[in-house]
């Protein structure tokens, strides 16, 4: 009985991990890159009894950043913080992309207390 059940279970087993490959697979998945800077909650002239801890910022680079703001639902708009880029902007997230369509960056924020996200970089 115990061969039955470990025969099973290495069945069960392989299968999940054939399901998964074939997921991962199907995925298509690109390298992260960018920067991430720990800060308090104000970034520009924080007061000066402000942690300087509770935020992870984050700035992704390179074709993650252009497939996240390809991917974006919302409308475009003219990036005021770079000349000629366009914009885009949903909950926390904003992508920013440059004239020639190719480059791109995409900012958003960790609170590290709650764990929800916040706001990224501003200009």
Request: with cysteine; net charge positive.
């Given at each position: 009985?115990?061969?039955?059940?470990?025969?099973?279970?290495?069945?069960?087993?392989l299968?999940?991990?054939?399901?998964?490959?074939?997921?991962?697979?199907?995925?298509?998945?690109?390298?992260?890159?960018?920067?991430?800077?720990?800060?308090?909650?104000?970034?520009?002239?924080?007061?000066?009894?402000?942690?300087?801890?509770?935020?992870?910022?984050?700035?992704?680079?390179?074709?993650?950043?252009?497939?996240?703001?390809?991917n974006?639902?919302?409308?475009?708009?003219?990036?005021?913080?770079?000349?000629?880029?366009?914009?885009?902007?949903?909950?926390?997230?904003?992508?920013?992309?440059?004239?020639?369509?190719?480059?791109?960056?995409?900012?958003?924020?960790?609170?590290?207390?709650?764990g929800?996200?916040?706001?990224?970089?501003?200009?």
């Open positions: 009985m115990f061969r039955q059940v470990n025969t099973r279970s290495l069945g069960f087993t299968a999940l991990i054939v399901a998964n490959t074939d997921a991962a697979i199907a995925l298509d998945v690109s390298k992260l890159q960018g920067e991430l800077f720990i800060a308090g909650a104000t970034t520009v002239d924080p007061p000066a009894n402000e942690p300087k801890n509770t935020h992870a910022y984050v700035t992704i680079t390179g074709p993650s950043a252009l497939r996240l703001y390809q974006m639902r919302a409308k475009a708009e003219d990036d005021l913080c770079q000349d000629g880029h366009k914009l885009k902007r949903t909950g926390k997230l904003s992508c920013s992309v440059g004239k020639n369509g190719k480059e791109a960056s995409c900012d958003f924020a960790l609170d590290l207390v709650s929800q996200a916040a706001t990224g970089r501003a200009c």
